[in-house]
């Protein structure tokens, strides 16, 4: 794969929008400190969100792992 496809190809992922970024002004007050109740108030909500967030770790990082190997073979 040349270089200038595989920018191309990685121009056209789409964007993340995780859903904890989202929840969060929501757990929060003005200082930024947690709101316990409003966090226990949205807990499903954050199991979820939480999840959500690990498996685009996992993604992102066998993404790196896979460029990684590609950038070896190009050296």
């Keep these: 794969m040349e270089t200038k496809n595989l920018i191309r190809l990685l ?4 964007e993340t929008r995780l859903r904890l970024l989202e929840l969060t002004p929501k757990l929060i007050n003005e200082k930024g400190e947690l709101i316990p109740d409003r966090a226990t108030f949205y807990v499903n909500e954050l199991i979820e969100a939480t999840k959500e967030v690990e498996q685009y770790t996992d993604d992102t990082r066998k993404a790196v792992a896979c460029l990684k190997r590609l950038a070896r073979l190009w050296t």
């Design 11 to 14: 121009e056209d992922l789409p």
